[in-house]
């Protein structure tokens, strides 16, 4: 009985949707002011210092407006990676 529920689950667990590991941020306003960034057409926007996080190679980029860069979301916040 155990094995049948545990194989029922897993089986239902394979035919959702899986998310990407990373999204595509473009940059949206550049330094000085706080960068932000949003991903999904706009409708996620993200701050530096509110729920925006840069890696240290991210952070040390001169970002203009319109710059695109590999980002993953992480519940409501945004890790920048990288510039693509």
Known sequence: MYDTDMA???KS????PV???WY???CEQERPQPLIFSIAD?????E????????ATAAALDWEKGERA???????????????
């Open 42 to 46: 706009g409708n996620i926007r993200a």
């Open 13 to 16: 667990l394979s035919k959702q």
């Open 8 to 10: 029922r689950r897993l």
């Open 19 to 21: 998310l990407p590991a």
């Open 48 to 55: 530096q210092g509110v729920n925006l996080t840069l890696t």
């Open 24 to 26: 595509e941020a473009v």
């Open 70 to 84: 590999a980002a993953i979301l992480s519940g409501g916040s945004l890790l920048v990676i990288d510039r693509i």
